[in-house]
């Protein structure tokens, strides 16, 4: 069986025959994406993510509705979001209009007065700790280590929690309001802007699901994503998302034995079915765009990326150059996915050489997550940052650095250390910054 996968990966990555022209090309492109998240789906751990998510949205349900619909409330509009709620519950089939309708008498019935301090502190904590599990699980996709701190993640989530109800709220303002003048209602009456109203009303929703992929995509993991690979994610994980609400309420309404069986319990459990099929979708969808913008790594996929000891080196050597000349000239300082994203690597793979550097007092992080020389540039040697990587690369496992060495290695290696204290002991990273970035080696 595992012959067979290397064979069909051979089939699907090796460079195309000429022989296919341009739609076999395309077609060969299009397999390789599909093979990737089928691959990932089957063999890695998307699904076990998304049921944790599930668990989790369980756990923090009441306290996120009490959080996000009381800014709505307080605006007057929280009946607005009727129309959202009713689409997200519709593949429950008629159990829809019964979860809108207690979701809505909940936060009719909330009072801001009753959380206290201590329940407010605790709501917000609980909200704040979601949000980081899914960013947790966007950085897992996205071979991201290092999360954002403390303050940019407190900051960042209360302004989208915040923020995010009144956008809601104002787009289902707009839209009811555009929809009852009187203009429109005119060129309702009349075709073909009748039917186009009516296609654009079924659109809508398919609209802003599309949007709000987008912006997760781009907003929840820690490293640059591009506008487009994005859009093109949320697209795709929209559509996805409708057909499976197609299937779902195709698949309610012909269970109606487990109706019978389960009797008022079915719909928690179809409702469990279909949140944990959303963040199954929305994490695909995440994979898709890191694939789009990395398409590099659809063969290798998800599997650990562990740096050669001669790749960390130049690692090493390439990252403090790059913060040291960015120090040096005043302009934008670097951070981890800067770095990661001008070296070619992903992030995963390049934290444990910046742990390695600052262990070693080399390198220091900001509140803002960005990189400066931890001491003088003209105080640090290149052999002590090869030393930092060699001696002191740190990560989750304990490093080894006592065995019964062999005396002819021990003398070989230590001829290794004192030509490279030779070569470069007395280059300081000041000097190494000054040289010409596109100079040939």
């Given at each position: 069986m595992l012959a067979r996968l290397h064979r069909l990966e051979d089939l699907l990555f090796e460079p195309p025959a000429r022989a296919l022209g341009r739609p076999g090309v395309a077609a060969q492109v299009v397999l390789r994406y599909l093979?990737?998240?089928?691959?990932?789906?089957?063999?890695?751990?998307?699904?076990?993510?998304?049921?944790?998510l599930v668990y989790t949205t369980l756990l923090s349900l009441v306290p996120l509705c009490a959080f996000s619909f009381s800014i709505v409330k307080g605006l007057g509009f929280h009946h607005d979001l009727a129309p959202l709620l009713q689409e997200f519950f519709r593949p429950l089939g008629e159990r829809a209009d019964e979860l809108t309708h207690r979701v809505l008498q909940f936060v009719d019935h909330m009072e801001g007065g009753v959380l206290g301090s201590l329940g407010l502190g605790f709501l917000i904590w609980t909200v704040v700790s979601v949000i980081q599990k899914v960013e947790e699980c966007f950085n897992h996709i996205w071979h991201v280590e290092q999360a954002r701190s403390f303050a940019r993640r407190f900051s960042e989530y209360l302004g989208v929690l915040v923020i995010g109800p009144v956008l809601m709220v104002v787009a289902f303002g707009l839209t009811a309001s555009l929809s009852a003048h009187a203009s429109l209602v005119w060129l309702g009456a009349h075709e073909p802007f009748g039917t186009l109203a009516i296609m654009l009303g079924r659109v809508g929703p398919t609209l802003v699901v599309t949007a709000g992929f987008t912006f997760l995509y781009t907003f929840i993991p820690n490293t640059r994503v591009t506008f487009g690979v994005a859009l093109t994610a949320g697209l795709a994980a929209a559509a996805v998302w409708v057909a499976a609400g197609f299937a779902f309420t195709a698949l309610v309404a012909y269970s109606t034995q487990m109706m019978a069986v389960y009797a008022g319990f079915a719909i928690v459990l179809l409702a469990l079915m279909w949140l944990w099929l959303n963040w199954l979708i929305l994490l695909t969808g995440a994979l898709f765009a890191f694939y789009l913008q990395h398409p590099g790594y659809l063969r290798p996929g998800q599997r650990e990326l562990v740096p050669t000891a001669r790749l960390c080196e130049r690692l090493a050597l390439s990252a403090m150059y790059f913060v040291a000349r960015a120090f040096a000239d005043g302009g934008p300082r670097c951070t981890v996915s800067d770095l990661a994203a001008r070296l070619e690597v992903p992030s995963i793979a390049l934290g444990p050489v910046i742990d390695a550097l600052a262990l070693a007092g080399l390198l220091e992080t900001t509140g803002g997550e960005e990189l400066l020389?931890?001491?003088?540039?003209?105080?640090?040697?290149?052999?002590?940052?090869?030393?930092?990587?060699?001696?002191?690369?740190?990560?989750?496992?304990?490093?080894?650095?006592?065995?019964?060495?062999?005396?002819?290695?021990?003398?070989?290696?230590?001829?290794?250390?004192?030509?490279?204290?030779?070569?470069?002991?007395?280059?300081?990273?000041?000097?190494?910054?000054?040289?010409?970035?596109?100079?040939?080696?």
């Open positions: 093979y990737a998240l089928t691959r990932d789906l089957v063999v890695g751990d998307l699904n076990m993510r998304a049921m944790s020389p931890a001491r003088d540039p003209e105080r640090i040697t290149l052999a002590e940052v090869l030393g930092a990587v060699r001696d002191g690369r740190s990560g989750r496992a304990m490093m080894l650095r006592r065995a019964a060495i062999a005396a002819p290695a021990e003398e070989a290696c230590a001829r290794v250390d004192a030509a490279i204290r030779a070569e470069l002991g007395r280059v300081t990273l000041r000097e190494f910054a000054a040289r010409d970035p596109e100079a040939a080696p």
